[in-house]
């Protein structure tokens, strides 16, 4: 797992479905960003699976790809690590609302 990101990452509180082919998980975000996701889970997918992920207060719900997983005891919280496939505006723009609310706001110090 290289750290080749293109998108900021923030973590979050939210939760998200991931249907897998046969499978579904309802799992913690552990973070998030406008190219994909990091979802814990003590049972992830394998790489290369394709699911449909739901989450947010509007419903936001696009295809993903598993690209990396990782179960208890490799170094790191169980989970996978998701590239989201074909968004279109719409679901790019609420994911980054998304991100908006969940980043931490910088507070400046007064003197």
């Not at 406008?34 to 992830?44: A, C, D, K, V, W």
Request: proline share 4%.
């Amino acid at each position: 797992m290289s750290d080749n990101r293109k998108f900021q990452r923030v973590t979050s509180k939210l939760r998200c479905w991931c249907e897998g082919e046969n499978i579904t998980v309802y799992a913690r975000i552990g973070n998030l960003s406008e190219g994909g996701i990091f979802l814990r889970t003590s049972t992830p997918l394998e790489r290369g699976s394709k699911a449909m992920l739901r989450f947010g207060t509007d419903g936001v719900q696009t295809p993903a790809r598993v690209v990396w997983s990782r179960v208890e005891g490799q170094g790191g919280p169980a989970g996978m690590g998701l590239e989201f496939e074909g968004a279109d505006e719409r679901i790019r723009e609420a994911i980054r609302q998304l991100i908006d609310e969940d980043r931490p706001v910088k507070v400046q110090a007064s003197n």
